[in-house]
């Protein structure tokens, strides 16, 4: 079916005429489907449905308004009807609308109401979540606290006690009061408990999570480590693995082979027996090394000099005698030539080293870093191989190295720990703790001339038995013990203290003291005690 469709077109182009079919009808369009033809409206409505029609200006205008008031009253109860009827829909929709505000508001509270009482009930678990773990952590610090008091009061009761004994005379339990001060002072502090620490983790607020807890959030807790278990206090993190203090006796076949000057008023800073006959020497902060013979001559074409203001902290000659390795101040790992005593920087270290040694691996070398706390075994290129903090049981081994050897017969290392109180570290190859050599007591035969000092361990090597020998400046002694420290023997004491010391391949022991002097003993060990050290 066509669309009915009109066009407007000026009256003055159609005569204005009644309707041929309809008189009572004005002629109100022409119809282009039927050439022109004029119609009415009801022509429109019955001989001419769904043609096409050009409208008469002016003509359907006034002939639709003619119309449109004499139907009006019928128009006007028609829209009445139409409207009462939509009003009385909206009323309607307006109470059902209002009923259904008031059912979902309903649902809100009482919605709102329990999840506010679940909200509430969750809220005061967690605050108890917190409080118990709070509770629970400052009765561990107060115990630990508690425990320190108590050491505090018991060692200043000692100490009391021990003045008013020293400001009477008396003499009577003297020796009971120092045990039990040593006791006290000596015992190693408590590792700090591990606590809990506490923390709010929000939640997302997924829509997947409906309780209260998953759309709050939860308390999450983690040990809370205050203290390393393997680092206490620095001043006795190791006492618990010291070996007992035990008498040493006294070596008698020591014979001393020299003796010379080497330095005026200027300590001995590095002894390394390197050649047959003759040792590297360095004094304290100084820049330069002598190889010198028994006599304390040297050769200058054979001395190493530094530029200024770099110090030597440390040197070794290689086992095949091939290479003279130098430790300084600025971090650096330099080279000798022989031919002029010309040093080449091999490689700088990452961090302050105070000392170095040959490893047991071949090319290899092993350097204390004071400061950090461990011993770093580097190729000859610098690359770090190895990191030595931890023994073989997951134990830290050292705070302060300062000084390493290394027996490269059977891989044991000796470091002196110079954190207080200061002792001998010996580990072996597997990195298992063989002894902490903190000290030992004089024989009897010393007694009149030795009241026994502190252990203060200045230089180590080792010797040809594998024992290590230890200068000992707070005693003012040298010393020998066996790899796990049961046996000590006195090598000599002097009234100067040995700073440095080391061990030809024959055997025989360069010392270099506080003043200058440099001695050179050799020693022989009785045969049944020999085998027992080595």
């Not at 006959?277 to 530094?306: K, N, Q, Y």
């Not at 997951?394 to 050897?405: I, N």
């Not at 002097?494 to 440095?500: H, K, S, V």
Request: hydrophobic content about 30%; glycine content about 6%.
């Amino acid at each position: 079916m066509k669309t009915e469709t009109s066009i407007l077109k000026p009256r003055s182009e159609v005569n204005e005429r009644i309707c041929t079919n309809h008189p009572e009808r004005i002629v109100m369009m022409e119809c282009t489907t039927c050439e022109g033809v004029p119609v009415c409206l009801t022509c429109i409505s019955t001989s001419h449905k769904g043609h096409m029609f050009l409208e008469i200006d002016g003509v359907a205008d006034g002939a639709s308004w003619t119309m449109i008031f004499k139907n009006a009253p019928v128009y006007m109860d028609n829209y009445n009807g139409t409207c009462s009827h939509r009003i009385d829909q909206l009323k309607e929709l307006k109470e059902q609308n209002e009923k259904l505000s008031v059912l979902a508001i309903s649902d809100i509270h009482r919605q709102g109401e329990l999840m506010k009482r679940e909200v509430d009930e969750t809220c005061a678990h967690l605050v108890l979540q917190c409080k118990s773990i709070r509770t629970t952590n400052q009765t561990l610090l107060q115990e630990s606290e508690d425990k320190l008091q108590e050491t505090m009061s018991d060692i200043k009761a000692i100490i009391t006690k021990s003045q008013t004994a020293f400001s009477s005379g008396m003499k009577t339990g003297s020796k009971q009061l120092r045990g039990r001060l040593k006791l006290e002072i000596d015992r190693p502090f408590d590792r700090l408990p591990d606590l809990q620490a506490q923390s709010f983790s929000p939640s997302q607020r997924s829509s997947e999570s409906m309780s209260a807890e998953h759309f709050i959030g939860s308390i999450q807790s983690k040990v809370w480590v205050l203290e390393d278990s393997s680092v206490v206090d620095s001043t006795n993190h190791f006492l618990g693995n010291m070996i007992p203090i035990l008498r040493a006796t006294e070596l008698y076949n020591v014979k001393v082979m020299a003796t010379f000057r080497f330095s005026v008023d200027r300590e001995i800073e590095s002894v390394f027996p390197g050649f047959d006959g003759r040792s590297w020497m360095v004094c304290a902060s100084s820049t330069e090394a002598r190889l010198v013979d028994h006599a304390g001559e040297f050769d200058p074409r054979r001395s190493i000099t530094l530029d200024k203001y770099i110090y030597i902290n440390d040197l070794i000659t290689t086992a095949d005698k091939t290479k003279t390795l130098v430790c300084c101040s600025d971090q650096s790992i330099r080279q000798v030539h022989h031919s002029n005593g010309h040093c080449d920087v091999m490689f700088r270290t990452r961090h302050y080293a105070t000392s170095l040694c040959e490893s047991r691996d071949a090319g290899c070398i092993l350097v204390s870093h004071y400061h950090d706390g461990m011993l770093v075994k580097y190729n000859q290129s610098g690359r770090a191989l190895r990191t030595i903090d931890h023994d073989c049981e997951g134990k830290r081994l050292f705070h302060s190295p300062t000084s390493v050897r290394v027996n490269t017969t059977n891989g044991d290392v000796a470091v002196i720990e110079s954190s207080c109180p200061r002792h001998v570290v010996v580990i072996d190859r597997n990195l298992q703790v063989l002894c902490r050599f903190g000290g030992y007591e004089f024989p009897t035969s010393y007694a009149e001339k030795k009241t026994g000092g502190s252990f203060v361990p200045s230089d180590i090597c080792f010797d040809k038995h594998d024992n290590i020998v230890i200068a000992d400046s707070g005693n003012k002694a040298l010393i020998l013990t066996d790899r796990h420290g049961s046996s000590t023997r006195i090598l000599t004491t002097c009234a100067l203290e040995p700073r440095r010391v080391g061990v030809e391949p024959t055997g025989q022991v360069w010392t270099g003291y506080q003043d200058g002097t440099v001695k050179i003993f050799r020693y022989k060990i009785p045969k049944r005690s020999a085998k027992e050290d080595s």
